[in-house]
């Protein structure tokens, strides 16, 4: 199974940016649809960006859109998330998953454990 770990958070002023590295082991992530989750202080996880399995049509949240971009490279088997004009609402833990099926189900997702990033 692939083993992720993710790097790159932080705290930073409101408009400043930030950019999420996620470093895939074990397998590569050319086998997977690769994303990006946020859990803000008590709520669900949320996806926030992800990239499909054969083509490189992605998805964004629409409260990040014109702001985040997402990246992935295959060569050096990691993909980043570059956030831009940061908000106090993109608040929370990030987390840097993977999933063969696309689905992001629990039963199916591999997940880091992990980047705080603190906007204030």
């Known amino acids: 199974h692939v083993q992720l770990v993710e790097s790159g958070g932080g705290s930073v002023q409101v408009g400043g940016s930030l950019r999420l590295s996620c470093v895939a082991s074990g397998d590569t992530i050319g086998r997977y649809c690769m994303g990006w989750f946020r859990q803000a202080p008590g709520q669900e996880r949320q996806r926030v960006a992800s990239?499909?399995?054969?083509?490189?049509?992605?998805y964004l949240d629409e409260s990040v859109k014109g702001r985040f971009t997402f990246s992935r490279d295959n060569a050096e088997n990691t993909v980043h998330l570059q956030m831009n004009n940061l908000k106090p609402e993109d608040t929370g833990v990030y987390y840097c998953?993977?999933?063969?099926?696309?689905?992001?189900?629990?039963?199916?997702?591999?997940w880091g454990r992990g980047t705080q990033v603190t906007i204030s």
């Open positions: 998953a993977a999933d063969p099926e696309c689905s992001w189900s629990s039963s199916t997702s591999r």
């Open positions: 990239e499909a399995l054969f083509d490189s049509s992605g």
